[in-house]
């Protein structure tokens, strides 16, 4: 009989568990798991209160963790240690976000498998491990075609009056904001990248102005110059995304994968589908 699984694919405000066996899955939400703002026993207390309850009469015997943060040594231990301490004796495995939307996107196959949400990401992953890895420089120098870099640019076209006035209304009676307002959240403020990744909506509500259009295509061939070009392996194998930006714009890639003569594989909102099948 197939072992009882635990999967999980935690971001830092997020995470979303799956328990596969038996011929049923079970999807429970917990807060994030990052690492970097939470140490071994905050995360045990989390789990405790959020994940254990809704485990009742269920006896895991494998656990899958992809979160952000556990490309660090220190901080992967440290979620291993949370997780071996609420379930001894049990088999954990920890691997960070990037592994996880691999396995999810490509399964055991070869091919580039990219992450296009609040931040944005690449590798080429060879079936068995990630061999090569665009660098992500973060929000501030890079995360080219992310809800945050797109973000940015709907602001940078409000501030610099650059849309027409039909989309300056727009944005004025949705955002009900200033420009001091918005330099204080971008600056200030927590999580810049998150409040930047907020104003992409802007971009799905007004598809087909060709300021909205020129932002996402903008965005999307940065991305493709900047990452997906850089892998020899992309003219070779299927090229796979996941992400809400990805498959909130999805057509904008098809579109551009085609132009570049690029095949697009999967397009997946977010990685915990193809986890399940990956681990089945």
Same mark, same amino acid.
């Not at 699984?5 to 935690?10: E, R």
């Given at each position: 009989?197939?072992?009882?699984? #635990?999967?999980?694919?935690?971001?830092?405000?997020?995470?979303?568990?799956?328990?596969?066996?038996?011929?049923?899955?079970?999807?429970?939400?917990?807060?994030?798991?990052?690492?970097?703002?939470?140490?071994?026993?905050? @995360?045990?207390?989390?789990?405790?209160?959020?994940?254990?309850?809704?485990?009742?009469?269920?006896?895991?015997?494998?656990?899958?963790? !992809?979160?952000?943060?556990?490309?660090?040594?220190?901080?992967?231990?440290?979620?291993?240690?949370?997780?071996?301490?609420?379930?001894?004796?049990?088999?954990?495995?920890?691997?960070?976000?990037? %592994?996880?939307?691999?396995?999810?996107?490509?399964?055991?196959?070869?091919?580039? *498998?990219?992450?296009?949400?609040?931040?944005?990401?690449?590798?080429?992953?060879?079936?068995?491990?990630?061999?090569?890895?665009?660098?992500? $420089?973060? !929000?501030? $120098?890079? &995360?080219? /075609?992310?809800? *945050?870099? $797109? =973000?940015?640019?709907?602001?940078?076209?409000?501030?610099?009056?650059?849309?027409?006035?039909?989309?300056?209304?727009?944005?004025? *009676?949705?955002?009900?904001?200033?420009?001091?307002?918005?330099?204080?959240?971008?600056?200030?403020?927590?999580?810049?990248?998150? !409040?930047?990744?907020?104003?992409?909506?802007?971009?799905?509500?007004?598809?087909?102005?060709? %300021?909205?259009?020129? @932002?996402?295509?903008?965005?999307?061939? &940065?991305?493709?110059?900047?990452?997906?070009?850089?892998?020899?392996?992309?003219?070779?194998?299927?090229?796979?995304?996941?992400? /809400?930006?990805?498959? =909130?714009?999805?057509?904008? #890639?098809?579109?551009?994968?085609? /132009? !570049?003569?690029?095949?697009?594989?999967?397009?997946?909102?977010?990685? %915990?589908?193809?986890?399940?099948?990956?681990?089945?």
């Amino acid at each position: 009989m197939p072992a009882i699984k #635990l999967i999980a694919d935690s971001g830092s405000t997020k995470a979303e568990w799956c328990i596969i066996g038996k011929g049923r899955n079970k999807t429970i939400f917990t807060d994030g798991i990052s690492p970097y703002f939470l140490n071994t026993a905050q @995360i045990i207390e989390l789990l405790r209160q959020q994940l254990i309850p809704h485990l009742k009469n269920t006896v895991i015997e494998e656990i899958y963790f !992809y979160g952000t943060g556990n490309k660090n040594p220190v901080n992967r231990k440290s979620v291993v240690k949370a997780l071996k301490t609420l379930f001894p004796g049990v088999y954990v495995e920890v691997d960070h976000d990037l %592994m996880g939307a691999a396995r999810a996107l490509c399964g055991h196959g070869k091919g580039v *498998a990219c992450i296009l949400g609040t931040g944005s990401n690449s590798c080429f992953f060879n079936g068995r491990k990630i061999v090569k890895n665009s660098p992500g $420089l973060g !929000y501030v $120098l890079g &995360d080219e /075609g992310s809800g *945050a870099y $797109l =973000g940015r640019k709907v602001l940078q076209y409000y501030l610099y009056n650059t849309f027409d006035e039909d989309l300056r209304s727009r944005f004025d *009676a949705k955002y009900v904001t200033n420009a001091s307002e918005i330099l204080d959240n971008v600056y200030k403020k927590p999580l810049p990248n998150k !409040y930047l990744a907020s104003f992409a909506l802007f971009l799905a509500e007004n598809r087909g102005h060709y %300021m909205i259009e020129n @932002i996402i295509e903008d965005g999307f061939n &940065d991305f493709f110059f900047n990452h997906v070009y850089k892998y020899r392996e992309s003219w070779t194998y299927p090229i796979h995304f996941v992400g /809400g930006v990805a498959y =909130g714009f999805r057509d904008v #890639l098809l579109e551009m994968a085609a /132009g !570049y003569e690029l095949e697009i594989g999967k397009i997946l909102k977010n990685p %915990m589908e193809g986890l399940i099948d990956y681990h089945k």
